[in-house]
């Protein structure tokens, strides 16, 4: 696989101290986060930026947002995390890493992967397998150490100006 | 040219989205601390429950006037708050949620007017003066421990007199006051 084919693009927080959120793009139909987050209705995509800003600047809202601890499911998903939506039952799922360690190891993204529409309560857990398969993907992890990661200019929150 | 900046920055619709997103947020916190449903809300604020279902899921549409009365059915005041924000003139993080300022208000013990916060002052002025006067009396026991010229310990709860110094007061650097008031907080 050509390695331009796996690439992880800042959506949010470019330049924030400790957090941000990156869009996954990956060669395989499931990795879909990207495509169905730019043909979202203006409201939920405010929602979503919303919930992004929100979870970077390190409020507790876990209807908006969460992870899975230790304890549920084995603590097999313990890092992944998902966006919510519950008004549109809409999700996003990804993982959540830390690409700056060992030179700052408090530093944390989110590379949401996959979209998903949701109507239970319960978690597929078929999703969050496919978020764990990307999390350990080697070209997957090639990018999060892409020294052009967090070069000025990518990302969505360039705006012509 | 192009510039890196916040999805608020991209006109005024946003800006107003991420702002009326954070009352809202605070909004259904406070209806759940209460156990109120949006129809109940809707019946108390006399609006119809498709409008607060619409308000809720995209806050975009809400008015300053909805706002006010849907703070007052659940028991709760608004201010609007504009600041200036030195740290982000380009405003490249958005907005400062609102529950920034709601928390510092409340942790300034929620000054009602501008008595209070000048009330405030003083207070953390006298409290100062206090600190001071206490670590120059510590400095004073430690430069003068066994004199007998009338500085006693703080334990014996009575005015404590400096220790007379024939070669003039001593100055408190920095690092004296540092330890003084380390020591202070330790034994306090």
Redesign the interface.
Known sequence: MARNECKITIK?G???AHRSVAFLQYPVPYVDVEGAFDSLDK?SE??H??SF??WM?D?H?PKRYHGWNKSEHKGEYSDCFVFKNV??CERLYGFLCHPKAPEDPNYEMCVLVLYAQKKKWNTDTAELDRVEKMRKDTHVQAALQDPDLFK??E?E????? | ???????T??GTE?FF??IA?DFI?QLQEKMEALGMKQSQLAEAARVSKSYVSKV???P?NLSLETLVKFARTVGMKVSIVAYEDKNDPDN???PI?S?IFRLCWERAERPADMWAIKEMAVARTNSLSINHRLANFELGWQVFPQTNTGARSRSTNTVARFPSNPTGPKMITSTDWNATQKRLTLEV
């Open positions: 949010a470019f330049g924030h409201a405010r929602f930026l919303k800003d929100m600047d409020h809202r008004g549109e000025e200019g990302g929150h360039t705006w012509n100006t | 040219m192009e510039h890196i900046t916040h999805w920055e991209r946003d989205y991420s997103s947020d809720f899921k995209n975009g490249t993080r958005g949620n529950d």
